[in-house]
């Protein structure tokens, strides 16, 4: 099974400012990677795929890269709604989730 | 709009079983496949299973083969999960969601489902 790893496990960022979050992968998953966006009570919302591919909807401010083994998502001037717990999922092989990056208000 | 509605929420014992169905709406339901994915109180995402809209194959978590079944009804376009012999840490809100290839897993999720909360309590 690939073991993704997120980090940091909380990330404390005020509003405005730029927030970078990773992703890494126990064994090359290519460009076979998403970002999902959860906020409380809610189901997660697709972000991005295919490591870079914004999902429809999805504001410019969020953008992805990497490949292989090592992955960051970044929020470029963080809005309100932008604190959440924000996941990456590997779908290279079967599939398997980091364990969230909770985005708080600074 | 694209739509995934499920049931709602369960209260079940030790043991038993749990069914819980996924709705789809605004899309062809068979052009596409469906996964599950749990999440226990306070903890991340797993993985449950696949299953694709057009021909019923599916693809179970090791770790659950044997306590699960997916199936769908195409004709309503609503797919289905069984989880058999509950135990008390399958307590968790169960999603499903919209995986784009109908044939093969190995794609992202969207949407998602709306979750169901389903407790397993003596």
């Known amino acids: 099974e690939i073991v993704m790893t997120q980090s940091p496990a909380t990330l404390s960022v005020s509003p405005g400012e730029r927030a970078t979050l990773s992703c890494r992968a126990s064994q090359s998953v290519s460009s076979n990677l998403a970002w999902y966006q959860q906020k409380p009570g809610q189901a997660p919302r697709l972000l991005i795929y295919?490591?870079?591919t914004r999902a429809t909807g999805i504001p410019a401010r969020f953008s992805g890269s990497g490949s292989g083994t090592e992955f960051t998502l970044t929020i470029s001037s963080l809005q309100s709604e932008d604190f959440a717990v924000y996941y990456c999922q590997q779908y290279n092989n079967w599939y398997t989730f980091g364990q969230g990056t909770k985005l708080e208000i600074k | 709009q694209v739509q995934l509605v499920q049931s709602g929420a369960e209260v079940k014992k030790p043991g038993a079983s749990v069914k819980v169905s996924c709705k789809a709406s605004g899309y062809t339901f068979t052009s596409y496949g469906i996964s599950w994915v749990r999440q226990a109180p306070g903890q991340g995402l797993e993985w449950m299973g696949w299953i694709s809209a057009y021909n019923g194959n599916t693809n179970y978590a090791q770790k659950l083969q044997g306590r699960v079944t997916m199936t769908t009804d195409t004709s309503t376009s609503t797919a289905y999960m069984e989880l058999r012999s509950l135990r008390s840490d399958d307590t968790a809100v169960y999603y499903c969601?919209?995986?784009?290839?109908?044939?093969?897993?190995?794609?992202?999720?969207?949407?998602w489902g709306q979750g169901t909360l389903v407790t397993v309590s003596s």
């Open positions: 969601a919209r995986d784009p290839h109908p044939i093969r897993l190995g794609e992202w999720f969207d949407p």
């Open positions: 295919g490591a870079s």
